[in-house]
């Protein structure tokens, strides 16, 4: 059954700092990746997916993502943080529907 | 106006009230879904539907229904609520092709159970 594990519940950054969320997979067939944003008091918004067309896959805001079948990971960079990418973030997997998500990983950015 | 709308946005109910959760969406998109997100346990599908006649149970239905009324429309009803059951609701629809399914959710009801 597929499965999503995001490391760290809450990750705190400088502005200015490299962004780092690190989401791992278990999936039996080759997976769709997701990664969704959720600002204060807002829904889920679309951030990047992985659909096997190449494993380096750029998203909105400055944010990309790489796909690591040898280490099942799909991890999520951002080069420099800003104040407004506070925020939850979910990593989520789909084999088949309906997605299965992880437990969001809280980002703060500190002035 | 908004793909995905949800209503209401907030709501205080006592335990046993009987409360629907609205979900419209203009997308377009046949399948939709509800879910509920507690601190720390992420988002968890309730039901879904991939069209009017077809409904599933998600990893946590028990004390929930829904009905799909047409396309556009899927409610969330708690027949009996209790406190547990304080959470944020989600809706999302989507729009499969081929394997890729993107989901697009709605802003979610705030629900609390006294």
């Known amino acids: 059954a597929q499965s999503v594990t995001q490391l760290g519940s809450h990750v705190s950054v400088s502005e200015g700092a490299l962004v780092l969320l690190r989401c791992n997979y278990s999936s039996s067939v080759p997976p769709y990746l997701f990664w969704y944003v959720q600002y204060p008091n807002q829904g889920l918004q679309l951030l990047l997916k992985?659909?096997?067309?190449?494993?380096l896959v750029k998203g909105i805001n400055g944010f990309e993502a790489e796909f690591k079948k040898s280490e099942t990971s799909f991890h999520l960079t951002k080069p420099s943080a800003h104040m407004s990418d506070a925020a939850e973030y979910f990593c989520?997997?789909?084999?088949?529907?309906?997605?299965?998500f992880g437990k969001g990983t809280r980002l703060s950015v500190i002035a | 106006d908004a793909d995905v709308t949800q209503t209401p946005r907030n709501r205080i109910t006592k335990t046993g009230k009987r409360i629907m959760l609205e979900c419209s969406q203009t997308k377009g998109h046949d399948r939709m879904y509800w879910y509920r997100q507690d601190p720390g346990l992420g988002l968890r599908l309730i039901y879904y539907s991939f069209d009017v006649k077809d409904i599933n149970k998600g990893e946590i239905s028990d004390g929930y229904s829904v009905s799909r009324q047409a396309q556009a429309k899927f409610s969330l009803s708690l027949e009996s609520a209790i406190p547990n059951q304080t959470a944020l609701y989600f809706c999302a629809t989507s729009d499969l092709q081929g394997r890729e399914e993107t989901q697009y959710f709605g802003p979610g009801t705030r629900l609390l159970v006294l």
């Open positions: 989520a997997v789909s084999e088949d529907t309906p997605l299965v």
């Open positions: 992985y659909t096997s067309a190449a494993t």
